[in-house]
Nanobody, 119 residues
Framework: QVQLVESGGGLVQPGGSLRLSCAAS????????MGWYRQAPGKQRELVAA???????NYADTVKGRFTISRDNAKNTVYLQMNSLKPEDTAVYYC?????????????WGQGTQVTVSS
């Protein structure tokens, strides 16, 4: 059993910052890729940022230069630092991880955390 629990969402004014965290727990042998997706009302879920177990990162063009993804492998935790937030960043943000449980590899998702950017 694996759980991903996000935290750090909320309401912020345009230009402000938020830091999301996602902690994975359970019978975890190792974690490969971790990432953040988001889904705005009426839109498809989209990749925001991802990070490999070795620290390689990739970002959506819409967040490059404003968002930073990082991870703490010892804590099985991934972070998303979001700066210069815009109203169009408003969405539910989901954490995901490719996780090995004993010998089985699977993709797991968190429950989502709401980020609202508004004045």
């Amino acid at each position: 059993q694996v759980q991903l629990v996000e935290s750090g969402g909320g309401l912020v004014q345009p230009g402000g910052s938020l830091r999301l965290s996602c902690a994975a727990s359970g019978s975890i042998s190792s974690i490969y890729r971790m990432g953040w997706y988001r889904q705005a009302p009426g839109k498809q879920r989209e990749l925001v940022a991802a990070i490999s177990s070795g620290g390689s990162t990739n970002y959506a063009d819409t967040v490059k230069g404003r968002f930073t993804i990082s991870r703490d492998n010892a804590k099985n935790t991934v972070y998303l630092q979001m700066n210069s937030l815009k109203p169009e960043d408003t969405a539910v943000y989901y954490c995901t991880g490719t996780i090995v449980v004993t010998t089985l590899v699977g993709d797991y998702w968190g429950q989502g955390t709401q980020v609202t950017v508004s004045s």
